[in-house]
């Protein structure tokens, strides 16, 4: 390529503009890394029991509550167990085991998680979050660049309000917040895709819509590629015949291509309880339209302790800086006619009327695809769609295509400003917002004297215009967008990190270990066995059994809802539930509770009482393996109904699903039962019964697991409705659980094929014709 003084000239102005987009996260993790601190809400645990007897500082943030219980604590307990070099495919501690590699928001596979497989914790968790940041704002800058070929001044300001806007920032420690990141980059390698053809394309296309995959939340995958299959059809009109075929096979070998994440977490979704229900309603839900108001003052309903009304500050949020919110209507009126102009446009119409319940908005949410999905979760494509019509506004001032009037500025100006007032002089009296730290009329000042500086800017561009103004509407975008962000991102010193306390230490030392029923879902990070977990993908028929176990609280609360057909639904008490032999079942021998709580049930015996917990024993509690005489073979209503009405003793018999009549057995006296091999994926049981027996393990049954006698495979039995079971010849013997599931080994032929195919699209060479076809293409000139 001839290199020009117009491509120097480019060329500095890109390397500028990504300089500015990595240092601000780099400053970030930087400032963070040299204060002693972590970017982390783990400061949500240290004001609960049993963490708060440590007299750690915290000021939890309840919206951040997932990122501290599930989400860090996944991303750490998964490197630790990379390091020893064992892939995480199943995590024993939670549910009584549950898959983990096939449970998409683990993000195994996505190449953020790799830093928390090298770094130690802290900084694993600071560098990832200010990753996510950086993905956000090049993608964004590299689509409207590359993709829209706006000019640098419009891309860095776009950038900077997606890379920092309170939808990103909000989520960043969720894995949504990852595919929010990867979101333009999809969006762009379809524009890519439209230009003459050349394979190398459809394999950049595959690789964005592998990495939105791989990020980890499916609902915004499924959201992200309905909304770029809307954008290829704009785009269609004046493409070539092969444009849709192109973006076809691209998103055809991107979701291949992650087949080995893709394959195991559609077995998941059918073995767990989220699509028992998912797949019969989901709930069309949207925000108050007065929540709008975020977009100008972004801390206007509150932020973490101080938040008010009825959604958390990630949901409502919807702050991109002030230069794209005041530029959006000029870039709607300027870029009408220009590549994105009329898509965004109506894009950010729709959007807006889904999530803010306006007229219509209802009826789209049901469509089918978006109503898989709950579409609170549509927040990025608004945030993203505001930002590109800013950016079509700083362009049209750069290329001199706005008119010295600029009504749409003006007037836009206008309407912000009344409407701020009329907002806050509202909801003044509102008891929440009068207890915030900033008061709402200071941050309203604070909004209207960025805002009157910003339309300042913008005028004095289109009149003189001079670069300079623009750079000046660049320093203001950075002041508007990332400060705020800044102040929500959440920090504790390093050596409050997840600390261990006394009632942690005891439990791991019992030599009779057992489940814990304990607050949140936090145990795998201390290798402590909770019978509940994350509440997000819990295994179908431990739910059916049980209830919600997601909180943490679920058995001690009685939520025993099942949606198992002909089981009735009722809810027994805390004290039932306690009682219940199901809970034996589980295998809950430690109940922890605050300091100084009464025992719930009489038949509890205390055993530790100190000042960060109480812990109360269940002498009844099953062990995790044991030899059982008598089996029977019952449909999985009856198990469940006779299970929960404590019509057997699961000691003594045992429930046998799938079968007709069960293989014969004796009496289990005098039986020896020794765990000798305890690994996530492999459990290794030495049994000695003088008559045959039936070895039930209270670990869940799950596809995939495999049973071994003697290293000779037998068949895998699921008993007592959710667990396994392997029946047992007289004598001494040894039994090995095996992980092994065939969902993965599907999924990565798969995988392993649409890989090569990308790799050869990537190394051919582009045709003469398609070299001489994109340099004639036309490309719009260089603006100031």
Known sequence: MTVTPATLSRRRADLLAVAVLVALPALIA?????????????????????????????????????????????????????????????????????????????????????????????????????????????AMYWFLRVGLRLGAIAALVAALGFEFSTTLVGWIGW?????????????????????????????????????????GYPQATLHALLAVSAWALARARGADRGFLVRCALGGGLGLALAAVQVVPFVEYVGESAVWAYRRQWMAPLAVPATSAITALMPYALGGGADGWGRWQFNIVATHAGLVPLLLAPLGIVAGWRRPGGRFFAGFVLVLAAIHYGLPGGATLASLPGLALGSNLRLMPHLVFGLCVLGALGVDAIARGEASPAAWPVRAWFVVLALGGFAWVAGHLSVPGAQSMRWPLAVQLAVALAGLTLA???????????????????????????????????????????????????????????????????????????????????????????????????????????????????????????????????????????????PAPSPDLRLDYDGR????????????????????????????????????????????????????????????????????????????????????????????????????????????????????????????????????VLVGGVVSALAGAIIVALLVTRPRPEAVRARSSSGARPEPA
């Open 30 to 138: 930087l400032v963070t890394v040299a204060r002693g601190r972590v970017l982390s809400p783990a400061a949500n645990l240290l004001a609960s029991y049993p963490w708060q007897s440590l007299g750690a500082p915290a000021v939890p943030n309840p919206a951040l509550g997932d990122v501290a219980q599930w989400f860090h604590p996944a991303l750490l307990w998964s490197g630790a167990e990379v390091r020893a070099l064992r892939w995480p495919l199943w995590v024993p501690h939670a549910y009584t085991g549950a898959p983990f590699f096939a449970n998409p928001q683990t993000a195994l596979l996505f190449p953020l998680t790799w830093l928390a497989w090298l770094l130690p914790a802290g900084a694993a968790l600071t560098v990832i979050t200010a990753g996510k940041l950086l993905l956000a704002g090049l």
């Open 175 to 215: 894995a949504f917040g990852s595919t929010i990141a990867v979101l333009p980059l999809l969006f762009g390698a379809v524009e890519r895709v439209r230009e003459p053809a050349r394979r190398r394309d459809v394999a950049v296309l595959a690789l964005a819509v592998a990495l939105h995959v791989l990020a």
């Open 455 to 597: 339309a300042t800017l913008a005028l004095g561009w289109i009149q003189r215009g001079a670069i300079a103004w623009g750079g000046a509407l660049v320093v203001l975008q950075v002041v508007s967008v990332v400060p705020p962000a800044w102040a929500y991102l959440p920090t504790l010193e390093r050596r409050w990190l997840y600390p261990d306390t006394p009632v942690l230490a005891w439990l791991r030392a019992q030599p009779e270990r057992g489940r814990v029923i304990m607050p949140g879902h936090v145990g795998f990070l201390y290798g402590i066995a909770e019978a509940h977990g994350y509440d997000g993908l819990t295994p179908r028929r431990i739910a059916e059994l049980v209830g919600s176990l997601g909180t943490g609280t679920g058995i001690v609360h009685g939520y025993l809802q099942s949606p198992l057909e002909g089981v009735g639904s009722e809810a027994l008490s805390p004290a039932a539930v306690l009682t219940s032999s199901v809970v034996d079942l589980l295998g809950v021998r430690y109940v922890m509770l605050p300091p100084g709580a």
């Open 612 to 743: 960060d917990a109480r812990v109360f024993v269940n002498p009844r509690a099953l062990p995790r393996a044991l030899l059982i005489g008598r089996a029977r073979c019952v449909d999985d209503a009856t198990a469940v109904r006779e299970l929960r009405a404590q019509s057997i003793d699961p000691h003594t018999e045992v429930l046998l699903a799938d079968c007709a009549t069960p293989p014969a057995s004796g009496a289990s006296v005098a039986a020896a039962v020794e765990i000798r091999v305890d690994e996530p994926e492999r459990l290794r049981v030495a049994t000695t019964a003088p008559a045959p027996a039936w070895l039930v393990v209270t670990d869940t049954w799950y596809p995939g697991w495999r049973g071994y006698l003697d290293d000779r495979e037998v068949l895998l039995w699921r008993a007592d409705h959710a667990f396994r079971a392997v029946a047992v010849p007289a004598g001494a013997h040894e039994i090995e659980l095996r992980f092994r599931p065939r969902s």
